[in-house]
């Protein structure tokens, strides 16, 4: 009932919000339902051809003269810097904040301009959000012959104080260049990281590795970006000839390739790392050991840990030791990223991490829970944490619903105060 869900929620929000980061274990709350898989499965949809839609904005030309400012966030040890200050964010993803008139994941949620603009300010303001992870696939620019819809976006952060984080491709193999989706792992025995990069893919016009430098070269200049991350979920089991993660050789060309055209910007892979195949335990190490990786990424999901745990595989809210027993499996658990990520002296964020709330009961539980998460992640070393996912209505259950008045809000904001 409406009444009693309101008063379990405002009990709730009472314990979550005078928690503080570090705290302990037992303030998560455990919650009451089981959810089976935490597949975000977007609507994707086929684009839209170009020749049947009118020409909006036009963004075509040579890379736009940015300002270059002392606003590039910097890297040092296991902490960026900003403005000459160590920089830790809180944020939100939003997936499709780059549809246009010529491409939306998700037409029916698809926001305007002018609501995209409000939706970040009400994220800054009263969450004190100050980064918002996108897409930026092929898809959304047309092969990067249109800037439009990423231009928006950018214009939109920086106009309410929030840098961004553009993702280059989907692992997942949503809202991208094929139809219908279908992930990377099942290209042609799973070698898409080894090989299929290299070419087109599906309907796209360009290989991932020519987009990247097209994409890249094109935002260079702008201080608003924190960081390219150049996958979302970059799930693997193919190995090269020396039992490696095929991802340390496709990080390391990506890497390069970025570098050798932005010289201002952080690099993350975009990597599960939670058990999740590729980049966990042991390949983490690797993958994020490359030189030109600047930041490693996890995502914390239930599915591959547990939404009652603030620190998966972890006890209460402390990451394992680096060098114990779980850590040194290929499926180890995020917490071991944690430490891993420590000991390879680079910082580390959460990129990802949703828990299931449909109704407000849930989501009174599922605030109680993400802030434990939160607190633990921090108390852990991570310089940031982005929650999945703000909709402008309700989808699959996960989603953060800005005109509901979802606790998480409330959440973001005493959280993004323990860490300023």
């Not at 036009?58 to 902490?79: C, H, I, K, L, Y």
């Not at 260079?220 to 000839?241: C, F, G, H, K, V």
Request: charged share 15%; net charge neutral; aromatic share 8%.
């Amino acid at each position: 009932m409406r009444t009693t869900a309101a008063k379990v929620t405002a009990a709730l929000l009472v314990l979550l919000l005078g928690c503080t980061v570090g705290c302990s274990a037992g303030s998560g709350v455990s919650a009451t339902q089981t959810v089976a898989t935490t597949t975000r499965t977007a609507a994707a949809t086929t684009p839209i051809s170009p020749s049947r839609l009118p020409t909006t904005s036009s963004t075509n030309a040579a890379t736009p003269q940015r300002s270059v400012a002392a606003t590039f966030v910097a890297r040092s040890g296991r902490q960026l810097i900003l403005d000459g200050k160590p920089f830790r964010f809180v944020g939100v993803n939003l997936y499709d904040a780059a549809a246009s008139d010529r491409y939306s994941c998700n037409p029916g949620k698809r926001l305007t301009d002018a609501q995209l603009l409000d939706t970040l300010r009400y994220l800054h303001d009263q969450g004190g959000a100050t980064v918002l992870r996108f897409w930026a696939y092929q898809t959304y620019t047309q092969g990067g012959t249109y800037f439009g819809g990423v231009d928006r976006v950018i214009a939109a952060a920086a106009k309410v104080g929030m840098k961004v984080l553009p993702v280059l491709e989907d692992g997942p193999g949503n809202c991208t260049t094929i139809d219908p989706a279908s992930p990377k792992v099942k290209y042609q025995g799973d070698t898409w990281y080894s090989d299929g990069y290299k070419v087109p893919y599906g309907n796209a016009t360009m290989s991932y590795r020519d987009y990247v430098k097209v994409l890249v070269a094109h935002y260079a200049n702008e201080p608003t970006i924190l960081a390219w991350s150049m996958m979302n979920e970059a799930d693997t089991s193919a190995r090269d000839q020396f039992d490696r993660p095929v991802l340390v050789d496709f990080a390391t060309d990506i890497a390069a390739r970025i570098k050798a055209v932005d010289s201002h910007h952080l690099i993350t892979v975009g990597t599960q790392s939670n058990g999740a195949p590729g980049a966990s335990g042991p390949d983490f190490a690797a993958v994020y050991g490359v030189a030109q990786v600047d930041l490693a990424e996890v995502h914390d999901w239930g599915y591959w840990g547990s939404d009652a745990s603030p620190m998966p595989g972890g006890t209460g809210a402390t990451p394992p030791a680096a060098d114990s027993p779980s850590c040194q499996k290929i499926r180890a658990p995020v917490g071991c990223s944690f430490a891993l990520a420590a000991k390879l002296d680079k910082p580390l964020f959460v990129g990802e991490a949703g828990i299931f709330g449909r109704t407000e009961q849930e989501r009174g539980v599922r605030a109680v829970q993400l802030r434990a998460k939160m607190d633990a992640a921090f108390g852990a070393g991570a310089v940031g944490y982005l929650l999945w996912s703000v909709t402008s209505g309700i989808t699959d259950g996960y989603d953060i619903l800005i005109n509901d008045s979802d606790p998480l809000i409330a959440v973001l904001a005493s959280v993004a105060k323990t860490i300023a």
